[in-house]
């Protein structure tokens, strides 16, 4: 690689990234029940809309939680889903895998194979903030269905 291509290389701005994994673990601690169990699953309904959410991982420092936008699409648009890690003892929630992407990394070359954004993980973090905004009002409800 020559020297101006490394001088243009996308390079990740760490801090920012943690600002944002740190915002989507805030968002999340409002709906997040202390006490779950793997496989508990409950429904986030704000003036934005529904989040499903199901607890697929449960350990003594961290989670792994499905959420999934609740869209009436009737199968013409996906539905948003993405899979996201929690860390307690961090206090950030970054996502593990997005829509058909298992697996995001740091950064991606571009362009590439599958046409992913040089940030995509980045991308794919803010989009998770922007899912989690369905219940920035204080009056969201929460229908948990544990078992």
Wanted: a negative charge; one cysteine or more.
């Amino acid at each position: 690689m020559t020297r101006a291509a490394l001088k243009d290389r996308y390079q990740p701005n760490v801090n920012q990234f943690l600002a944002l994994c740190g915002r989507n673990y805030a968002h999340i601690q409002r709906w997040l029940p202390e006490e779950c169990q793997l496989g508990d699953q409950w429904q986030v309904s704000g003036t934005f809309g529904c989040l499903d959410v199901e607890v697929l991982e449960n350990t003594p420092y961290t989670q792994l939680v499905s959420i999934t936008r609740n869209v009436d699409s009737q199968g013409v648009v996906p539905v948003p889903k993405v899979t996201v890690r929690i860390y307690h003892d961090a206090k950030l929630a970054e996502v593990l895998s997005s829509q058909q992407i298992f697996r995001l990394q740091a950064v991606y070359d571009y362009p590439n194979l599958r046409m992913h954004h040089p940030d995509e993980k980045y991308q794919v973090n803010a989009f998770l903030e922007e899912l989690l905004k369905i219940d920035c009002h204080a009056h969201s409800n929460v229908s948990h269905s544990f078992g």
